[in-house]
Structures are given as structure tokens and as C-alpha cells.
């Protein structure tokens, strides 16, 4: 194995038994024995592509085994195997018809980062976002008992996924409805970052009840034999299970819990999992397993190794790099937080992502990582507001989709001063249309109380990131992924005029009015067509005199986003004029009624004419239809 980042091999490795299996039907005709063998060729394939094309890396080296096994005694596609946020679900793609395809990964036209439903029938359900898998099992476990259909149903999910309310609402409903299906919990003690809660905690207690893990793997030996023998002892061992614990929070939901067992023993997990086939009712089965597993540097370093870019000779640096809009929140954060003690910060789970790593080490007191707990992300900080503290929200765009209520009811029907700093809004690129943050303009700018503003560069972020912390209310900046222009910031804690726009271009005919980080592009458009330009900077309140004038003195204005154009700013331009009676030529330039492939995010952007020579494109046509 290798065993440094520069050793992940270049070329593709021999695997001669991995190459002879086409289908799960054929991987069933192994050998017990064959499977270890199998398990090491699978890593070897899953380093060196993945080194290619870069990706989720860490998670799906800890489930090589469980995947072959599971392939292996389940009768997939036929059963139903669905992956909770499926960045672990790799070695699942090539194990079913798509060693080939690995290579197309998170590439235009290639295949996705995350199981989906119309790739292959394996993908039995369509998942990015966590902590669905046991909801939608249940639901294809109901569907198969209500049909008479005699298939399995099986869930895994990761004890990070674990973490959220779904998976918990799904774990109760299950046991009250006797559902046949099998929950595979894979506990590598990670999220993203190191997973946190009383749940976590939880977890770690049963891994260290060594005396129990012992007294169970010696009698599961013996039993693992004839199944109606073990559930029987199941059942009579209870008295003493209650005295240890182990897994009683999940039987007391009505599941079956077995484990904890080591997810990289071949021969223990097929044993465990045969016998749990022939159960009926739900089952539990608690793995452990290492993420990164096999790969050392990945094992040592779970967080910088949960992704990664492909191998690529470095490319020169001039030394400069750009910070990312993250690292402007960030900075941001720090400073704000010297500067005004009522301010605390939260993420669900996304400490890195979100970049609250420096924020974290300064001011632990007041940084609260929630676990994948969008909704109660939220909440939390709703509760926080009444009591006089300053909650600030950092969540992808994505992700708040989750706490949509807890948004409204929460947090601004009581007019309650959170402040949400929306990271990924907009295309992101190879992670698809599941992370894509296309719709925060759309469903915020319909809720009373919200100030939504769209800064143009890294330095607009920065003010925009004060104002929404100083104004009374709820307050929301959406930023995209990655870098900006490169714009100077200034280190003052400096807010913006509420409701104000710039022009930052005159020009005639024309104006584009640009709410967010298309400004350059928009400016580049506008030198070719000498149009006049508006960084509108607020989608809520909009600058209407701003509007009014750019009205006035044009014969078209051109809106643009990097949201959905339905319920977009442009919406809310096109709302006024209608309202204000104005009667003038507007384009809406945006995101399509349709979700965008998984590609580079400048691709994405020009497939939908968001580049600089796709708006003067837009614009011109829809000129020349005119004249
Ligand atoms: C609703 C939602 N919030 C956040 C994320 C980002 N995310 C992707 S993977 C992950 C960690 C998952 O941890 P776990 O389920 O334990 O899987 P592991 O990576 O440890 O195998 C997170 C937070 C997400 N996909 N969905």
C-alpha cells in the first residue's frame, strides 16, 4: 500500500480479480476466502482512481470491506442497498458496473460524486445531503411489505449522519411500524471534522465496554452457526445487556442492535451480516471501522483527507494566493468576535468547510459545532437572540434548505438578530446539483424581516458581513465557493448604507444591474456593449431610487444572478417595475428552471450564459429582437 500522497500510484494497478467482476452476481460466486484478496485489489483501484480525479477519499477506503460484504450477501440490485450522503459510496460505484466510468468522476458527462438513481439501478436512492438513508429505506420497506415483495432493505449511515434529527425521527418510526430492514451504522468516530455530541459520546462508551464486545463476539462465534439459535439468545440475554447497556438506547427505539463488530473482518462482517438477513423486523448493526483506512497518510489525517484534488504536478506560484470566501468570513468572524463579546458562532459540522478553524481556537467558549444539525443550527441561535447574544449562522446555501421553518418560525417571525453567513451559493461545481446553492435568493427574499445582501468581491463580503451583524433582524450574505477578484479588504469593521446600490459603470442603452459576484463579468460585458452597470448589493431591501433612475435613463435593464432566476432578484426588480406601473424593456439573467451537471464551475456558469460573453450574448440577441 502506499503510503505517502505522492505515492498514490499514477498508473493503474494490476487487479486481476477485480477486473473479472462485472456484476454483484459474480462477486456472490467467490469463495469466502477470495474476499480478502478482493478487498486489497479494491483499495489499490479506488487510490489510483480517485488520484485521478480527485473527490471523497477517506470515507470510502473505510468501507471497502463492508461494501463486498454487503454486496456479497445481499442480493443487490434486487435488495435495496441505499448509502446515507453517499461521498462513502465509491467502492459501491465500482463494485457495480462502473469500474470503468471511475475515471468520468465529478466530470461533464462523467459519473457523479453521490449515488443517483438514473446512473445505475445500484443507486437505489439519490443522495449529497446526509441523514436520509433510513427515512428512505423505511419508505422501500413499507413499499416491498404493502407489494408482498420478499426483498431487504438495508441503510448505511455514518455515525456523523447519525447525528441529525432525521435519522433519529426515521429510527422511531421504524420500530413502531416492525419495518424489515437492516441499519449498517459506521462508526469511524468522524464526520467532516471529529464528530461531536452526547451521541458520539454514546458511541465511544459502547466501543469501550470491552468486556461486553468480548462476551458477545466469543458467543455470536459459537451461535453465528444456526441463526433461530442466535436470535433466541438475543432475546435471553437482555437481563445482562440492560446491566451494560450497549446499544439499549437504539433497542429501546425497537431495534434489533447487534455489534459493536470490526468492519474490516471479511469473515465477521459476511458471518454477522447472513445471520442478520434472515431476521425479521428492524435490525441494528453497529460497525466500526477507520476512515481512510489502508492509506496511512489518510488514517493519520481523517479532516484533510475526507477530500481531495487529483494528483497534479503543483502549478508555479507567484506566492500571492487568493483567499477564498470562506476565508473572508473567517477572518471576519475573528475580528468581529474581538470586537463585540455577544458574538457566537455556529456551524453545523462544517468547522472547515465554512472556515471557522481560527475562530474555534480563539474563542472556543463561543463557538458551538452542532453536529449535522441544520434545523437546530438555527433554533439555537434563535434561542441565543432572545437572551441578547449575537448568533452568527455559517451554512452553505444547500444546507439551509434544512431549517427553512426554523427560519421563519424561529427566527424571523420574531424579528430575532441572526445573522447567516450563506457560504456556496451559486453553481459549485463537481459536487453537482445536490450542493448547488441556486435557490437562497428565491426562498429568503419572500420572508418579512430578511435583509439579504449579495456582495460583488471579497471586500463588499466583509462590510456586508458588519452590516447584517450590527441591524436589528434577521440578516443573511450569500457568498459563493471559492475565489473572488482579488479585491483589496480593508481591515475596518465597516457597515454599508442599508438598502443602497452603486453604479459602477456608465454607460447607455443598456444597464445590468448585478447582485453578486457576476459584477466582473457584468463590468467585462458591458466595456464590449458600452452598458451602464449597477452592483445593487441588496436583494432586499432593492434600492429603488437606484432602480427608478437606471429606469429612466435606459432602454433595457439586464438582471443578474448566480440564483435561480424564478423568485431571483430579478423577480423582485420585475415586481416593482410591475407595482411602480414603470414600463421598461428587463432581461433576467440567472440560473435555469433545470439542475446543472456536475462540472468545472466555470463551466457551469458559461452553459448558463453567465459568463462574460454569455451575458453580452444575451444582451445582444435580445437587442437585436428589438430593433
Ligand atoms: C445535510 C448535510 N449537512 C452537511 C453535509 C456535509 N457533509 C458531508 S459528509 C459529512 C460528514 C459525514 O460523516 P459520517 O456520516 O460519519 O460519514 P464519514 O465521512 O465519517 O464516513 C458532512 C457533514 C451534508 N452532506 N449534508
Known amino acids: 500500500m502506499p503510503s505517502t500522497f505522492h505515492d498514490i500510484p499514477l498508473e493503474r494497478p494490476c487487479t486481476p480479480l477485480l477486473d473479472s467482476l462485472d456484476s454483484t452476481a459474480q462477486l456472490r460466486e467467490l469463495d469466502v476466502a477470495q474476499l480478502p484478496e478482493l478487498a486489497d485489489e479494491l483499495r489499490l483501484f479506488l487510490l489510483w482512481s480517485v488520484g485521478q480525479t480527485g ?38 460505484k465500482i463494485l457495480t458496473g462502473r469500474r470503468e466510468q471511475m475515471a468520468t468522476l465529478r466530470q461533464k458527462d462523467g459519473i457523479s460524486a453521490f449515488p443517483r438513481r438514473s446512473e445505475s439501478p445500484y443507486d437505489t436512492f439519490g443522495v449529497g445531503h446526509s441523514s436520509t438513508s433510513i427515512s428512505a429505506g423505511l419508505g422501500m420497506a413499507i413499499a416491498a411489505q404493502l407489494q408482498g415483495l420478499d426483498r431487504r432493505t438495508v441503510a448505511v449511515i455514518g455515525d456523523g449522519a447519525m447525528t441529525a434529527g432525521m435519522a433519529f425521527e426515521a429510527l422511531n418510526h421504524a420500530g413502531e411500524v416492525d419495518a424489515d430492514m437492516l441499519v449498517v451504522l459506521n462508526d469511524n468516530d468522524m464526520s467532516i471534522s471529529h464528530n461531536v455530541g452526547g451521541l458520539s459520546n454514546y458511541l465511544a462508551k459502547i466501543l469501550s465496554s470491552r468486556t461486553y464486545a468480548h462476551m458477545r463476539e466469543g458467543s455470536k462465534k459459537v451461535l453465528s452457526k444456526i441463526p433461530p439459535a442466535w436470535e433466541l439468545a438475543r432475546k435471553t440475554e437482555e437481563t445482562a445487556k440492560a446491566m451494560l447497556a450497549p446499544g439499549v438506547l437504539f433497542e ?68 500571492q494566493s487568493k483567499p477564498r470566501y470562506s476565508n473572508i468570513f473567517g477572518q471576519w468572524l475573528c475580528d468581529m468576535a474581538e470586537a463585540d463579546a455577544r458574538l457566537v458562532g455556529i456551524t453545523p459540522a462544517m468547522k472547515e468547510g465554512s472556515d471557522l478553524i481560527a475562530f474555534s481556537e480563539r474563542f472556543p467558549q463561543r463557538y458551538f459545532d452542532v453536529a449535522i444539525a441544520e434545523q437546530h443550527a438555527v433554533t439555537l441561535a434563535a434561542g441565543m437572540a432572545c437572551e441578547g447574544a449575537k448568533p452568527v449562522v455559517a451554512i452553505y446555501s444547500t444546507f439551509l434548505q434544512r431549517a427553512y421553518d426554523q427560519l421563519i418560525h424561529d427566527v424571523a417571525v420574531q424579528d430575532l438578530d441572526v445573522l447567516f453567513a450563506i457560504d456556496r451559493a451559486g453553481l459549485v461545481g463537481e459536487d453537482g446539483p445536490t450542493h448547488a446553492g441556486s435557490f437562497d435568493i428565491s426562498y429568503l427574499r419572500c420572508i418579512p424581516n430578511m435583509l439579504i445582501m449579495a456582495p460583488a468581491d471579497e471586500n463588499e463580503t466583509r462590510q456586508m458581513l458588519t452590516t447584517g451583524f450590527l441591524h436589528h433582524g434577521p440578516a443573511a450574505v450569500r457568498y459563493p465557493r471559492g475565489t473572488g477578484p482579488g479585491v483589496p479588504v480593508d481591515p475596518a469593521l465597516q457597515a454599508l448604507p442599508i438598502g443602497k446600490g ?40 432593492l434600492d429603488t431610487e437606484l432602480l427608478q433612475q437606471l429606469a429612466d435613463g435606459h432602454e433595457l435593464l439586464v438582471t443578474l444572478e448566480e440564483n435561480a432566476i424564478m423568485g431571483g432578484a430579478g423577480s423582485a426588480v420585475n415586481e416593482w417595475l410591475l407595482d411602480q406601473g414603470i414600463q421598461v424593456q428587463v432581461l433576467n439573467l ?12 466555470a463551466s457551469m456558469l458559461a452553459e448558463c450564459g453567465l459568463d462574460a460573453s454569455g451575458i453580452e450574448r444575451s444582451i445582444r440577441d435580445r437587442l437585436s429582437a428589438e430593433d
Request: charge should be negative.
Open 55 to 92: 473527490g471523497h477519499f477517506g470515507a470510502g477506503l473505510g468501507v471497502v470491506e463492508l461494501t463486498i460484504a454487503l454486496h456479497y450477501i445481499y442480493d443487490t440490485p434486487e435488495d435495496r442497498l441505499l448509502w446515507d450522503v453517499g461521498h462513502q459510496a465509491y467502492p459501491h
Open 590 to 601: 440567472g440560473l435555469p428552471d433545470l439542475y446543472i451537471e456536475h462540472d468545472k464551475p
Open 502 to 541: 452603486v453604479l459602477t459603470r456608465q454607460g447607455q442603452r443598456v444597464a445590468i444591474l448585478n447582485f453578486g459576484t457576476l459584477h466582473a463579468n457584468a463590468l467585462l460585458a458591458a466595456e464590449a456593449l458600452d452598458a451602464t452597470v449597477a452592483n445593487m448589493r441588496f436583494v432586499k431591501p
Open 252 to 319: 429501546e427505539l425497537g431495534w434489533n442492535y447487534i455489534g459493536p463488530i470490526d468492519g474490516h473482518d471479511l469473515p465477521t462482517l459476511v458471518t454477522t451480516l447472513r445471520n442478520m438477513r434472515q431476521l425479521k423486523g428492524p435490525q441494528f448493526l453497529h460497525v466500526v471501522t477507520k476512515k481512510g483506512k489502508g492509506f496511512s497518510p489518510a488514517e493519520a489525517d481523517p479532516i484533510g483527507y475526507h477530500a481531495i484534488t487529483k494528483l497534479e504536478p503543483k502549478p508555479a506560484s507567484n506566492g
